[in-house]
């Protein structure tokens, strides 16, 4: 499975990418309004600090399809070919997917709240479809549900695209749509560092290391012998 950061706070970024080879960050105008500075200083900044190969997922305000894809445009013409174009899957932006995607620029279809949006935009040839989880279940409905039929149609129908599930509160969520085969998502900082994290582990290896320095006295681990 795909995991990616969905934040634009470099010192999450670099803290997280520390201590695993995240596949990506993921960004959004909210996410981007945190960080309170020139979007393409904060994203350039991001490309700079993130290997490589990752992937930077960055999303147009327009609400225009042309408009779009002028902004879409834009972003490629600063970041690279290889960025992905975040687009929320509104009529105009079904429409600005499709021109994109023959350009030959990527999109990550956004703020997908249901399975035949998400097929939609996979048809119109999105790279990634992106439904909020979280925010589903917030309004009611089974998030985790959607984005798991967005990934049956997708795959029914054959479509070179993938659901990244995005909007997450807990670790759960994710474990859910991994056990389906969900190809990609995007976390915070807070719920990726939960994938891992366990107290009950911190315990383990504290007793191991109590238990260690008992053998010989200032012998803490292997290297003192
Ligand atoms: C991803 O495309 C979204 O920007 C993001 O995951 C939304 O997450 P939130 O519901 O925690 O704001």
Redesign the pocket.
């Known amino acids: 499975m795909i995991v990616m950061i969905?934040s634009a706070n470099l010192e999450e970024i670099k803290y997280l990418f520390n201590y695993f080879p995240y596949d990506g960050v993921?960004?959004?105008p909210?996410?981007l309004k945190k960080e309170n500075r020139n979007p393409f200083e904060q994203l350039k900044d991001i490309k700079n600090i993130i290997p490589k190969d990752t992937m930077l997922?960055c999303?147009v305000l327009s609400k225009n399809a042309d408009e779009m894809v002028k902004e879409a445009e834009y972003i490629v013409e600063k970041f690279g070919k290889d960025t992905y174009i975040?687009v929320p899957v509104t009529e105009e932006g079904l429409k600005a997917i499709n021109i994109l995607s023959k350009k030959g620029i990527n999109t990550?279809a956004?703020?997908i709240y249901t399975a035949m949006q998400g097929y939609m935009a996979a048809k119109a040839g999105a790279k990634f479809v992106?439904p909020?989880?979280?925010?589903l279940d917030n309004l009611g409905y089974d998030g985790v549900q959607v984005a798991k039929d967005i990934h049956t149609l997708l795959k029914n129908h054959n479509f070179n695209c993938k659901v990244?599930a995005?909007?997450?509160?807990n670790s759960q969520q994710i474990l859910e749509l991994g056990k389906f085969g969900i190809e990609a998502i995007?976390?915070?900082f807070d719920v990726l560092r939960n994938l891992y994290i366990h107290p009950v582990t911190d315990k383990a290896v504290n007793d191991f290391c109590n238990d260690f320095e008992k053998i010989e006295d200032n012998h803490k681990t292997m290297l003192d012998y």
């Open positions: 969905d993921t960004t959004n909210s996410i997922h999303q975040k990550t956004t703020a992106a909020y989880v979280n925010r990244v995005a909007s997450f509160k995007t976390a915070s």
